[in-house]
């Protein structure tokens, strides 16, 4: 398992991250199963959001199933997200607070490793989000800052205000949802639909500033259209492709899916939401594969990409 210290963090973090959206309904024994096996593969990030499963609810499983002893939390990171209410978005300090110390609860944690900032909130306050920020820091409460699914313009305007790092910006990226790459490969394309820059230059933003991004559903088609994995109606190139490729690495398709995201120099995270623990294991593989360009390439065009 590849792992990298964050630009501006303490994190020697997995490039592969373990998301909890889907565990509410799992017992304590398949919860524990299930970390066991991403710990056993190399992975020491795990991702939560307050709004998963409901009011805290995965936070909640995990907290009761996973029990970390003082070394073990130290081995670990753990973030989570503030943010999506119940029909509107709310950045307010009061909201922020109450609900960092409601996570910390729920995870029997004293700390989170990174608190995100989940979807923009366009009516947030960026001096109200700062002290928000400080009063948690200060308390020793979270350890590091970063958003989600923020156009560069939205992060500026936060940094601005601010006085921690925005270490993260976690967004959608797979094979087949890949505007944040493609627009750049066909940039000035008039004719090409791809061409359209739909995020503000995310990814160069990124790098230009130190910014991890993390990428989730990373095997989604689209936004939640299923995923393209053994989807041979409408992806059977890409598919023919995967499974060439991963049987020359020795691996499975899955982990070729998400090689060509940790791939990029960028360095970035890809976050798993499978409750699967094979499917851990075999996207893990992953972690570290060195695609070259023709393999990276051949999947870029496979799903339906332009090289203009």
């Known amino acids: 398992m590849k792992t990298f210290t964050l630009p501006n963090t303490t994190i020697d973090g997995s490039n592969v991250i373990l998301g909890l959206m889907r565990i509410r309904e799992l017992d304590d024994e398949a919860i524990r199963t299930l970390v066991g096996v991403a710990r056993d593969a190399g992975i020491n990030f795990f991702d939560h959001a307050d709004v998963y499963g409901g009011d805290h609810g995965c936070e909640r499983r995990f907290g009761d199933a996973v029990r970390f002893s003082p070394s073990e939390r130290e081995q670990v990171y753990i973030q989570s997200?503030?943010?999506?209410?119940?029909?509107?978005?709310?950045?307010?300090?009061?909201?922020?607070l109450e609900s960092v110390d409601e996570s910390l609860r729920a995870l029997r944690t004293d700390y989170l490793d990174v608190l995100l900032l989940h979807r923009p909130d366009t009516l947030m306050e960026p001096e109200e989000i700062a002290d928000a920020f400080s009063t948690l820091h200060d308390a020793g409460k979270v350890r590091h800052f970063g958003v989600s699914n923020q156009t560069p313009g939205q992060t500026e305007l936060l940094r601005r205000s601010v006085r921690q790092p925005i270490v993260v910006n976690q967004v959608q990226l797979?094979?087949?949802?890949?505007?944040?790459?493609?627009?750049?490969?066909?940039?000035?394309?008039n004719a090409l639909d791809q061409s359209i820059d739909r995020d503000n230059g995310i990814l160069d933003y990124a790098r230009l500033n130190d910014i991890t991004l993390q990428a989730w559903s990373p095997f989604q088609k689209g936004f939640f259209d299923g995923v393209f994995l053994g989807d041979r109606e409408d992806y059977a190139e890409l598919n023919d492709a995967l499974d060439e490729i991963a049987a020359a690495y020795g691996v499975t398709p899955i982990?070729?899916?998400?090689?060509w995201i940790t791939r990029h120099p960028a360095n970035m995270q890809v976050v798993l939401g499978t409750t699967n623990p094979q499917r851990v294991t075999d996207?893990?593989?992953g972690s570290d594969l060195p695609l070259t360009r023709?393999?990276?390439y051949?999947?870029?065009?496979?799903?339906?990409?332009a090289l203009p």
């Open 81 to 96: 997200k503030v943010g999506i209410r119940d029909g509107y978005w709310d950045f307010s300090k009061e909201h922020i």
């Open 174 to 189: 797979s094979i087949t949802h890949a505007n944040l790459l493609a627009q750049g490969i066909a940039a000035n394309m």
């Open 294 to 296: 023709p393999e990276w």
């Open 255 to 259: 982990a070729i899916a998400v090689a």
């Open 298 to 305: 051949r999947l870029f065009t496979a799903a339906g990409h």
């Open 283 to 285: 996207a893990a593989a």
